[in-house]
């Protein structure tokens, strides 16, 4: 059989067009990805503003108890006082630590529950964090979205710490009998 050549250049355009029927479908398979830069969300928004107030409350309790605990030592030893003053540091530093966290994990929190409505509102496949973005398309940014969405949210960070200063503290102990 022989082949007439303009029938082969035929029959490979016509494969070649169909192969290419397919390209403009393409985006259409395509994962929407979305991200958000949050850091700033958390610097700018009503919630990182509510747990900037949240902490500064947390401070001022700490500090509180802090001074009621200062007022003990008076009466102490001197090597006595150094050792108490350390531990009440350490012990108020390390609860300063733990509410800070806990605060942060509860803004996260609010933040991801905003995120994930208007990722599925606007059919998003994902939405990440931008630190983790190499190169992005600008227009994949919706950090203002989620902040605008973010104003009227309210964030419960609980109760705040309750500190007891041990009052015995600072009195000699008496001797047994």
Known sequence: MKWN??????????????????????????????????????????VGKQEQEWNQKVKDVLVKADKDAQANYTN?????????????AETLNRQWDIERSSARAQSVKAIAAVVE????????????DSSQIVASNPTSDISQDIIGLLANTT????????????KEMG???AEPK
């Not at 192969?19 to 403009?24: F, K, M, P, S």
Request: hydrophobic fraction near 40%; proline fraction near 4%; charged fraction near 20%.
């Open 76 to 88: 102490m030893p001197a090597d006595q006082q150094q050792k108490a003053r350390q531990g009440d």
């Open 5 to 46: 050549k303009g029938l082969l250049v035929k029959v490979s355009l016509c494969i070649a067009l169909l192969n290419l029927a397919g390209c403009d479908q393409m985006g259409l398979n395509q994962q929407k990805i979305a991200y958000v830069n949050l850091a700033k969300t958390l610097e700018t928004s009503a």
């Open 155 to 166: 964030v419960d960070y609980g109760k705040l710490p309750e500190v007891v200063v041990n």
């Open 117 to 128: 409505s208007y990722r599925t509102s606007h059919k998003l496949n994902i939405v990440i």
């Open 171 to 173: 009195k000699p102990k």
